[in-house]
């Protein structure tokens, strides 16, 4: 019996259609690209940046429902992540998380203050200067995260839209977390 060989397009047909459907698993579940739209993440990212966000690592959520996949483990405080927007859920953000759901919050002489406390580590979080504004950042104001949420803040806090402003995200929104700037090539690095 005679096999008959594929022809030269089918080949290359079942080729793409396979590379296709892994970069869209890979996409899903596993890694994103996105590029940082605005200056409110300087000097950690500047305005055209390409960043890889992990997505497995927090759990990645199944499109079009609720079902997320176990995480590996749960964000916190000094990861940069990136979630939907809690205004316009059309939108992504990427900010860095300050405190988690159950804990305070207050921004006091240009520092972080969780459960009364100043936060001195990460070192990211120690090095940016907080500014006051907008109905959830006034100072001497003490804000309480809700369960299943975050608070989430800018690095450039004088042009940033963030929790000072809107509020919380919710754990749901959160699509990953910040692994990698891979372009431009001479920014290229590793992020914490």
Known sequence: MDIKPKSQVREWTESIIIALVLALIIRTFIVQAFKIPSGSMIPTFKIGDRIFVNKFLYGAKVPFTDFRFPSVREPKRGDIIVFIS???????????????????????????????????????????????????????????????????????????????????????????????????????????
């Open 86 to 192: 809690p205004e316009d859920g059309k939108k992504d953000f990427v900010k860095r998380l300050i405190a988690v759901g159950g804990e305070t919050v207050e921004i006091r002489d240009r520092r972080i203050y969780i459960n009364g406390k100043v936060v001195d580590e990460p070192v990211s979080v120690r090095a940016v200067d907080y500014i006051n504004e907008g109905p959830y950042g006034q100072e001497g104001q003490v804000v309480k995260v809700p369960k299943d949420s975050y608070y989430a803040l800018g690095d450039n806090t004088s042009s940033s839209r963030d929790s000072r402003y809107w509020g919380f995200v919710p754990k749901k929104n959160v699509l990953g977390k910040v692994i990698f700037i891979y372009w431009p090539l001479y920014r290229m690095k590793i992020t914490k």
